[in-house]
């Protein structure tokens, strides 16, 4: 059998470069070999307030984003969390094992909340909901980035203290696969990890961006004082450049170094923009087509969740009967 793979992204800001060399591709590359799952967590983009219309749109956007990218509906399954019950239903229970300070003590938690005025009570219990995202499909491996390995732990924590109360129920999941492949970070600030929430125009380039806005943002890249490609003393930012160029080109350290030594950075940003434009060409049509298709992208989240929703029902109601909740089945 398989191992269960569970992984999501908030539908929340523009999918960029970074979430698609860093996640993305990697959940293309495992999805034949592992029982994959994608979930589209809204319920945790409204940890912070969205405005309903975009978010409703944000949805689909990122189901379309999933596909274009190669994630294959016939082998894994593309769900929107809140159209399963079971992960708020799960995630109070949950919530009820889980002390208020291992939630207080996570770091996404104080940095969230420390820029509100009023913290919302969801905002705490985010990991919590995670947790049940992922204890629900008894998940064995969670692929995440490293700001959310805290989380990870943390619903290892609540797994643990779970079975301890009620008799073992929970699998362990494990922490992650090693992922290849980039970690992409902020074309204007090349020491923070590129991210969706970051506001700079310059920062990032979104998967949906047209050929001439990548180009100018890859142009107006910072670099550094240094003329031409050293690979003795490469910068950061130049360091990241090739890095995406090798995350779209797939070409080798080797053929990189060869090519790119003593290059002056403006022909080196050029190529880099020609590579990641002819990189997300086919990426950028397959989403066309795809949001183009009436129905389509309805019934591929239809059918995702119509398959995972009796694994969650079943952990439910295993949950509701070792915590001698009423349930139907016995
Ligand atoms: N918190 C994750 C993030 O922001 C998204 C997420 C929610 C998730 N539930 C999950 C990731 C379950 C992996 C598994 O990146």
Redesign the pocket.
Same mark, same amino acid.
């Given at each position: 059998m398989k191992a269960r793979v569970?992984? @999501? +992204? !908030?539908p929340t800001g523009d999918l960029h470069i970074g979430n698609y060399l860093g996640a993305l591709k990697n959940w293309v590359r495992i999805q034949s070999d592992y029982e994959c799952i994608f979930?589209i %967590?809204d319920l *945790?983009a409204i940890t912070v307030y969205q405005e309903p219309a975009r978010l409703r749109a944000k949805i689909e956007e990122i189901a379309a984003i999933y596909l274009a990218a190669g994630i294959d509906p016939a082998q894994s399954r593309v769900m929107v969390q809140s159209a399963v019950p079971e992960h708020a239903e799960l995630a109070w229970m949950l919530t009820c094992v889980t002390p208020v300070g291992w939630l207080e003590r996570m770091t996404q938690y104080k940095t969230k909340a420390a820029a509100q005025e009023s913290v919302g009570d969801g905002l705490l219990q985010?990991p919590v909901? +995670?947790a049940a995202?992922?204890l629900l499909y008894q998940a064995a491996i %969670?692929p %995440? @980035?490293e700001? !959310?390995v805290q *989380?990870l732990e943390l619903s290892r924590d609540i797994a643990q203290r779970f079975n301890s109360l009620y008799g073992e129920t929970f699998t362990m999941p494990s922490t992650s696969l090693p992922t290849v492949g980039a970690r992409v970070m902020g074309l204007d600030d090349p020491t923070a990890k590129m991210s969706k929430s970051a506001t700079g125009t310059n920062h990032a380039v979104a998967l949906l961006d047209p050929p001439e806005k990548i180009r100018k943002t890859i142009l107006r890249a910072t670099t550094d004082s240094q003329s031409g490609v050293d690979f003795d003393t490469l910068g950061a930012g130049v360091a990241n450049l090739l890095a995406i160029f090798q995350g779209f080109t797939g070409w080798t350290d080797e053929q990189v170094r060869a090519h790119f030594a003593g290059m002056r950075y403006g022909d080196l940003k050029k190529q880099v923009a020609d590579a990641v434009i002819a990189g997300l060409e086919p990426f950028q049509s397959r989403y066309r087509e795809i949001v183009a298709e009436p129905g389509y992208l309805a019934g591929v989240l239809r059918d995702g969740a119509e398959r995972v929703r009796p694994l969650a029902r079943e952990t439910v109601e295993l949950v509701k009967q070792r915590m001698g909740l009423f349930s139907e089945l016995v």
């Open positions: 569970l992984s @999501g +992204m !908030q979930c %967590v *945790h985010y909901l +995670m995202d992922i %969670v %995440v @980035g700001d !959310q *989380h």
